[in-house]
């Protein structure tokens, strides 16, 4: 079993969120630029500030996207982190301020 990491992420604006969210996982999840080694299914817990707020949220996740240090094209190294059950609320929080732009996003940190 993995130890629990902890990562804080502030997101400066709402392009950056539209960039980083990734609706296509059920209960959402955030693309989290790091070059710090996860592995795929590490525990993360995230101190994460969404644009335009000041409370800073704690958020279970597990890690499900790995773009490691030196992938190709321009893609920023980082890793992809899925809300945990209890965090439904990040999701619907997150999905409540990207309202209507969700399907329309350029392309994202991860796909």
């Known amino acids: 079993m993995s130890t629990q990491k902890a990562l804080a992420l502030s997101i400066p604006d709402m392009p950056t969120l539209l960039g980083a969210y990734m609706a296509f ?12 080694y996860h592995a795929l299914g590490d525990p ?6 969404l644009p335009d707020d000041t409370q800073q949220l704690t958020v279970h996740a597990e890690v499900v996207w ?3 240090e030196g992938v190709s094209g321009r893609r920023i190294p980082g890793i992809g982190v899925h809300f ?5 609320n990040v999701r619907d929080q997150i999905e409540a301020r990207l309202a209507g732009q969700l399907d329309t996003a ?5 796909l």
């Open 66 to 68: 790995i773009s490691p």
């Open 25 to 36: 996982l059920e209960r959402g999840g955030l693309f989290v630029p790091t070059r710090r």
């Open 44 to 49: 993360i817990v995230l101190l994460l500030t």
């Open 84 to 88: 945990s059950q209890q965090d439904y």
């Open 106 to 110: 350029p392309p994202s940190y991860t």
